[in-house]
């Protein structure tokens, strides 16, 4: 280079450098001087210098002068502690006030200095264009100047950005959003957004203008989405673009969660997925639409670019007040319906233990959660956390088994709405089962619960005589019906239909059972599954049969024969075989009883010179039990007194005369007996057992007896009268004293009705008394004392094993017992009744365990 083209150079660059900084400082009336600079350090091949250097120029400017002073208006925020910084979000109009004024000032510095940047960027396209005609190639720099300013701007501001502006912005869109929602909420819950549309301006002109659109609201809100997408705006133009989106998007998740929560709360009786999505098209969505049209982002599908558009774009159908929406508007719709689907579906499983308890009522929560279920597909989390929900508050030792019970088939229940397949159900079920199999009520439970007439709820609401049984045969009608009317109306179109849109099982499905077995959900084949076994389940249902016929007072047995045909229905003719012999021997009971009373009447009335009975036979009720076909009853020797035992062998010599050969054994301890006790003109009515009754009537003939006496003439031992004759004095007919001995006590009956009245501890209103359940004795044996008197027989080929093998596992015993008992009676126990049985002969110190080896105890 000469020295008088460096000295050339030298000045043009120091006249270049003094017109940036001029044109910088402000004065826009240097750029026709710029431009033969410019030209001139272009021709010298300086060109990048001079990009390189008016950029640099500008970022200093823009550093120093609006970067500063743009973040200076959030320094009280950012530099205060978290409580003061409460008091900031509640003040009015902030951070509006502020964010708009600091956008302001440093979206006008910046609009300068892009002036300023296109007078450089013209002065270096005018040289480029001259010198294009011209052979040699030029270096393009003037079209890479305004981006490269663009990117400048933004890691200028993100590079100094303070750690709290984020959140700044979200208390800003949180505060607009929710003052929009107030006001677009008003029109929606007045059910006018329906009809209207809300913002019906099409174009970013009609903003600009101001213009009232339906009245009052509708141009505040016009107003106010004027105002956030001024802000939006400033906040892309500074490159806060992905920033921005996240704030407001936030705000209007936040918004749409705190409107589901509000809608849901705890009322699970009303539907809230249908409100949800009609607010988000009335509020959120009108908001989104007069936003992106403000922004000038709505595309419409006819104006799309060409190209492939991804599936969740489809082409929609029209939104009330919004017609045809864009494709971003759509993408906005999948987004926050998901979101609401999300988060009542969440509300919903954090709940579903306190839906289920008041299933049936709750059912539209139900059906809720299960479409939004079937958009999210999170079925592992209801899952999950319900198992979690019945582990921490059912599975406990403080829950009644009948409420475990009831609770299962209300889950069964809710869950075959949700999934009719079963698959989640089994998940489920599962810890239900294995915790009611160590319960020893499990059994008696279920079978009251099939049979007590309360429909299966926990409460007894159900309709009278309506069982679980009952419901769960109409289900099973109705079922066979529906799938009778499917197969029968599908042609082989819709067969084809149905096979192309066939799904495979879910992940979470059992692999040994198929998609047919899995398509009716069988409560009573559940509730069986838990026991073992149908025959203990009917075995039980035998035994608490029998104690409810031998407890009757009359021969009214319409449900119960009703409920056997249910059960012959579920478990079969055979199963129940012995049961239906139980119920023929009362109908029999109650025709023998009429034939009976009839012949004892008319005997009376013919023979002459007969004495009257001191107890008419009308009073007496027999009911005749096969007894080879009911359980084992419970006898207990008991003297009567003289009157009843003649009324007693009356009605048996009668009966022996009609069914001869037959002949009456009567079992006296059973039955139950009405009594009616007076004192001094007024009388109290009971209905006991019969040695309750052997006891009280004693006291007519003398009205004090010792314990040792009274037991001994009525012929039961001294520790079951003392335990019977609590019932008298609990109720204050009878007193008790000291007797001559330490071991013996006086009972002595009251004077006179006032004396009851002050001795008794049961309710004084009540003229009628009944023995409750706790009082009376059962009068079958149970099934736990059926199977240890049965399981006796083998006691001592267990001995013998253990004596022989030394130790052997439960399994082992019980195979051995199945090959070599075949005779009469033939082992035929299951392993659950196996284990029960050793376990009784442990705790009687005849076996010990250790290590699940059964041994004989040392």
């Given at each position: 280079m000469e020295?008088?083209?460096?000295?050339?150079?030298?000045?043009?660059?120091?006249?270049?450098?003094?017109?940036?900084?001029?044109?910088l400082g402000g004065d826009l009336s240097v750029g026709p001087r710029l431009a033969p600079v410019v030209?001139?350090?272009?021709?010298r091949g300086l060109a990048t210098l001079v990009r390189d250097y008016f950029l640099h120029s500008l970022e200093e400017t823009f550093r120093n002068n609006a970067v500063k002073k743009f973040w200076q208006h959030f320094h009280p925020y950012c530099n205060a502690s978290a409580v003061d910084r409460i008091k900031f979000c509640v003040k009015e109009h902030w951070p509006e006030e502020i964010l708009s004024r600091a956008l302001e000032d440093i979206c006008l510095e910046k609009s300068y200095q892009e002036k300023c940047v296109l007078v450089l960027v013209h002065d270096l396209q005018s040289y480029e264009d001259r010198t294009s005609k011209r052979k040699f190639k030029v270096v393009d720099c003037s079209s890479s100047l305004m981006p490269r300013y663009q990117l400048m701007v933004s890691s200028v501001l993100l590079t100094t950005l303070p750690l709290s502006f984020p959140e700044i912005l979200n208390v800003y869109f949180k505060k607009k959003l929710e003052e929009l929602s107030i006001i677009m909420a008003g029109s929606y819950e007045s059910d006018q957004l329906g009809n209207q549309e809300f913002f019906k301006s099409s174009d970013t002109s009609d903003w600009h203008s101001g213009m009232d659109i339906d009245g009052q609201e509708v141009s505040e809100s016009s107003c106010l989405v004027k105002n956030i997408g001024k802000v939006v705006r400033y906040l892309r133009c500074l490159g806060f673009a992905s920033m921005t989106e996240d704030a407001y998007s936030s705000s209007i998740i936040w918004l749409l969660k705190s409107k589901v929560y509000e809608l849901a709360g705890d009322d699970y009786r009303v539907p809230v997925l249908g409100c949800v999505k009609k607010w988000i098209q009335a509020v959120p969505l009108q908001f989104l639409h007069a936003l992106l049209i403000y922004l000038g982002d709505s595309?419409?599908?006819?104006s799309g670019s060409s190209g492939l558009k991804s599936p969740l774009a489809s082409r929609p159908s029209s939104f009330p007040g919004i017609g045809v929406p864009s494709e971003a508007l759509v993408r906005w719709h999948m987004r926050l319906e998901y979101?609401?689907?999300?988060?009542?579906?969440?509300?919903r499983i954090g709940k579903l233990f306190e839906i289920i308890v008041d299933y049936p009522e709750s059912s539209p929560a139900i059906e809720d959660l299960k479409l939004c279920l079937e958009y999210t597909g999170q079925h592992s989390k209801l899952v999950d956390s319900f198992i979690s929900s019945l582990r921490y508050r059912l599975l406990t030792a403080g829950a009644s088994t009948n409420?475990?019970?009831?609770?299962?088939?209300?889950?069964?229940?809710a869950l075959r709405t949700i999934d009719p397949t079963g698959v989640f159900l089994e998940a489920v079920g599962e810890p239900i089962r294995d915790y009611l199999r160590g319960r020893k009520d499990t059994i008696k439970c279920i079978v009251t619960m099939l049979t007590d007439g309360s429909g299966g709820n926990a409460s007894g609401t159900g309709n009278a005589g309506d069982n679980l049984l009952e419901e769960l045969n109409r289900d099973a009608e109705n079922q066979e019906n529906a799938d009778y009317d499917n197969h029968a109306n599908i042609d082989e179109k819709q067969a084809w239909l149905n096979s192309e849109s066939w799904e495979p099982d879910p992940v979470e499905a059992d692999p040994l059972k198929g998609s047919r077995n899995r398509r009716k959900v069988d409560i009573l084949g559940l509730m069986v599954s838990i026991i073992g076994s149908k025959d203990q389940l009917v075995n039980e249902y035998r035994v608490m049969l029998a104690e409810k016929l031998l407890n009757k007072s009359d021969f009214e047995i319409d449900s119960d024969i009703r409920t056997l045909e249910l059960l012959k229905i579920h478990f079969g003719e055979s199963s129940m075989q012995k049961c239906e012999i139980m119920l023929n021997d009362l109908i029999d009971s109650k025709r023998t009883n009429s034939n009976i009373k009839t012949s004892l009447l008319k005997t009376s009335q013919t023979v002459p010179g007969q004495e009257e009975a001191e107890i008419s036979h009308d009073v007496l009720d027999a009911t005749i039990i096969s007894s080879n076909f009911w359980p084992p009853i419970q006898t207990e020797d008991l003297v009567v007194p003289a009157s009843v035992d003649q009324l007693l062998s009356d009605y048996a010599k009668r009966f022996h005369q009609i069914k001869t050969p037959r002949k009456l054994l009567w079992k006296k301890n059973l039955g139950m007996v009405k009594l009616e006790l007076e004192f001094e003109g007024r009388s109290m009515q009971f209905t006991v057992a019969p040695v309750h009754a052997a006891i009280i009537m004693r006291f007519q003939e003398k009205s004090s007896w010792t314990s040792k006496t009274l037991a001994t003439e009525i012929g039961i031992p001294i520790d079951s009268l003392n335990r019977r004759i609590s019932f008298w004095t609990s109720k204050g007919v009878l007193t008790e004293s000291a007797g001559p001995d330490a071991d013996d006590h006086t009972f002595t009956v009251v004077d006179s009705m006032s004396d009851v009245n002050k001795n008794s501890i049961a309710n004084e209103r009540l003229a009628e008394y009944q023995m409750t359940e706790e009082e009376g004795e059962s009068s079958v044996a149970s099934v736990e004392e059926q199977l240890k008197k049965e399981m006796t027989v083998y006691e001592k080929f267990i001995i013998g094993m253990l004596t022989n093998f030394g130790s052997m596992p439960l399994d082992k015993i019980h195979n051995t017992l199945k090959m070599f008992c075949i005779a009469e009676p033939s082992y035929d126990k299951s392993l659950q009744q196996l284990q029960s049985f050793l376990s009784g002969l442990v705790a009687d110190e005849k076996l010990e365990t250790r290590d699940g080896l059964y041994l004989l105890k040392r």
């Open positions: 020295p008088d083209d460096a000295d050339g150079s030298l000045d043009s660059w120091a006249q270049f450098c003094s017109l940036s900084n001029d044109l030209a001139d350090l272009c021709a595309v419409e599908y006819e979101f609401a689907y999300e988060t009542l579906q969440d509300l409420d475990i019970l009831h609770q299962y088939v209300s889950t069964i229940k």
